[in-house]
């Protein structure tokens, strides 16, 4: 009998029935003085208890600006230590939290403060070359929910207040108003809304309940073998799922330490951070691990700390993995998959997996989730082994998308099994194989090409640094295979040594047409490659434009 490609993640350890608040509270009973926070940057050390106190000051504040169970606050931030305060507060007082990508402009906050209709948004003065407050004061009149805007430092500009303002009105609520509130809430509430980074249209707003959120950061963390002894190194924005899902609740809920290295992700302060904090975890995007191998002084740091990680939010190179085991001494570093949508996490590598599952898959499935592949078309579950659909279900499926119920619909079937738009492959011992995108699947004249697979190969060149794979436009084919191609520093290669190098080794027509040397690739703030930008300018560059035009079925 064929065996289908689905799989559930039995267990025999049950899932949280908790809210955020009160899982929060048990563990800082279990563990008071072990060190919660260290903000590497803000100079910045807190223990659980410490951090609980800043909580519920925070909490206590928000209550008495009149803050209700579901009424949304929105954060604005690089990492910091009042992100996680902001987090856990919200949590407490049943808020839904609103993540905003500090990338965001006048136009998209604009949108998101609508969308969500947040009341009260916390947020720093700025980041890098954007000025925060002075573009909430641009939209401030377009967004009449927004009511009280409070600025992350010393200083706030008209109509706005500071953080350390805001925690005065504290003392207007009592301990008990607190408690009271947290007993009011559940755990299927929604806690956080969480804007997915479409290619084309305007963002969704997956919500996203405790249940969701804190069982995701916990299994991920039990996978990992996290304990109270750990000191996790998180260069990720808070902003997304895997920083503030995998990252903020993930340590808290075993008791460990979790490391903010910077603002934002900068390779040397984590390589201080790691050797200074003796980090034995770490997290990343697969371009962050890149540039931190990359780093001109990583040989002078030590990293003999380091035990395992998690990488995730893109695949991961093989020849990057393995460096990153031999090197980083991450022996059990972890691949996580998984989408917004889902907590984030579906699948994961088991920290003994042999180095063909940690290379070649994206683990197993995690506990108390359903996975099928089925075909796009007809909605059938295929045999392992067959390339489709990846489709999961269990406790992590978020709410709905936050009043878009269209999208909802779009996303979520009848049997509430999530439609990630990912092609996968189920092998016969259930691992998983993420094989690209249903939209990022090169036709070429008739042909599969699976740019991921390309990707793979021309990692192994070794004069290659990156390489990012796309399909472009072609009148005769329909498609034709791109290459942007990163070299190693100090390396020269010509297009055609590239292709001389595919000869003989891939198929004819998996042979990039068009390679571009390139020095970064467009990429979204959390370190994904933004595809659909590459095949714009590519488009634009080649002359492509008369081919782009062509109707296709």
Request: charged share 20%; net charge negative.
């Amino acid at each position: 009998m064929t065996q289908l490609s689905y799989i559930h993640g039995a267990s025999d350890v049950s899932l949280l029935g908790d809210t955020i608040g009160g899982y929060f509270d048990g563990v800082v009973e279990a563990y008071p003085d072990n060190e919660a926070v260290v903000s590497r940057h803000q100079g910045v050390r807190l223990t659980y208890r410490q951090l609980q106190a800043e909580v519920d000051r925070l909490a206590r504040a928000l209550l008495a600006l009149g803050v209700e169970k579901g009424d949304r606050v929105g954060i604005w931030s690089p990492n910091n230590v009042e992100w996680i305060i902001v987090q856990y507060a919200t949590a407490k007082v049943g808020a839904i939290l609103v993540n905003i990508n500090p990338a965001y402009r006048t136009h998209e906050l604009s949108y998101v403060l609508n969308q969500s209709g947040v009341s009260v948004l916390i947020a720093t003065a700025g980041f890098r070359q954007a000025n925060y407050a002075a573009m909430v004061q641009e939209v401030w009149s377009e967004t009449p929910g927004l009511k009280q805007v409070f600025i992350i430092g010393p200083e706030a500009p008209a109509k706005m207040e500071t953080w350390d303002a805001l925690l005065e009105r504290a003392g207007q609520v009592s301990g008990d108003d607190l408690k009271a509130r947290g007993a009011s809430l559940q755990f299927d509430d929604p806690i956080n809304i969480q804007y997915t980074s479409g290619t084309t249209g305007f963002p969704k707003g997956a919500t996203l309940s405790h249940h969701n959120i804190l069982n995701n950061g916990y299994f991920v963390a039990r996978r990992l073998r996290l304990s109270d002894k750990d000191r996790l190194c998180v260069p990720i924005p808070f902003y997304h799922c895997f920083g503030m899902v995998l990252g903020n609740l993930g340590f808290m809920t075993h008791g460990a330490t979790v490391v903010i290295p910077g603002e934002s992700f900068d390779a040397q302060a984590c390589l201080e951070t790691v050797q200074a904090e003796r980090c034995t975890a770490l997290y990343g995007v697969p371009t962050m691990f890149i540039s931190i191998l990359a780093h001109a002084d990583f040989d002078q740091y030590d990293l003999s700390s380091l035990r395992t990680g998690a990488m995730g939010g893109s695949p991961c190179p093989v020849e990057v993995m393995r460096r990153v085991i031999d090197r980083m001494h991450m022996e059990e570093v972890t691949i996580c998959y998984g989408m917004t949508e889902t907590s984030p996490v579906s699948f994961q590598s088991n920290t003994d997996d042999d180095l063909d599952r940690k290379v070649s898959t994206v683990g197993s499935i995690h506990p108390h989730v359903e996975c099928k592949i089925v075909d796009p078309e007809t909605g059938q579950t295929l045999p392992r082994g067959a390339t489709g659909e990846l489709c999961s279900r269990g406790y992590l499926v978020m709410l709905y998308y936050w009043e878009n119920p269209e999208a909802t619909h779009e996303s979520i079937d009848e049997g509430r099994w999530m439609h990630t738009g990912d092609l996968a492959e189920m092998r016969e011992d259930g691992y998983v194989n993420i094989v690209g995108r249903i939209k990022d699947m090169i036709i070429r004249g008739g042909e599969n090409v699976y740019p991921r697979e390309i990707e793979e190969f021309l990692y192994t060149h070794p004069q290659v640094a990156d390489v990012q794979v796309i399909g472009v436009p072609d009148i005769k084919y329909g498609e034709e295979v791109c290459a942007w191609v990163k070299l190693k520093d100090g390396e020269a290669l010509s297009e055609d040594e590239v292709k001389d190098f595919c000869r003989g080794k891939i198929a004819t027509y998996k042979i990039p047409r068009y390679i571009r040397f390139t020095e970064q690739f467009p990429m979204t703030v959390t370190g994904k490659v933004q595809k659909f930008k590459m095949r714009e300018v590519s488009v634009e560059e080649l002359g492509l434009t008369q081919a782009a035009q062509v109707k296709t079925a």
